[in-house]
Nanobody
Framework: QVQLVESGGGLVQPGGSLRLSCAASGFTFSTNGMSWYRQAPGKERELVAGITTTGNTNYADSVKGRFTISRDNAKSTVYLQMSSLKPEDTAVYYC???????????WGQGTQVTVSS
């Protein structure tokens, strides 16, 4: 079955960096687009960044220039490098895969990122 396991979250000071990882299994990773979402308390889940099978990327305006999404097809892993972190980046970060003809969405369990001094 499809599994997405996020890791790398934690507590970081404003201006700091973190790298999130999402290890995927149960499907052909290289033929599927991947994305990162986040959900802050009391807010809706929002798209942070996405990457296509060919490596094209897109970002939310709020993270452009600070976050970088990448993928390693050999390791079936997608990454989110986060720099210049701000308190407003505090959220649970989720990895998503859209798989199959009807692009069914699969989600990981999420990893908490807290930006605070």
């Amino acid at each position: 079955q499809v599994q997405l396991v996020e890791s790398g979250g934690g507590l970081v000071q404003p201006g700091g960096s973190l790298r999130l990882s999402c290890a995927a299994s149960g499907f052909t990773f290289s033929t599927n687009g991947m994305s990162w979402y986040r959900q802050a308390p009391g807010k809706e889940r929002e798209l942070v960044a996405g990457i296509t099978t060919t490596g094209n990327t897109n970002y939310a305006d709020s993270v452009k220039g600070r976050f970088t999404i990448s993928r390693d097809n050999a390791k079936s892993t997608v990454y989110l490098q986060m720099s210049s972190l701000k308190p407003e980046d505090t959220a649970v970060y989720y990895c998503k895969a859209s798989i199959g003809t009807f692009s069914k969405d699969y989600w990981g369990q999420g990893t908490q990122v807290t930006v605070s001094s």
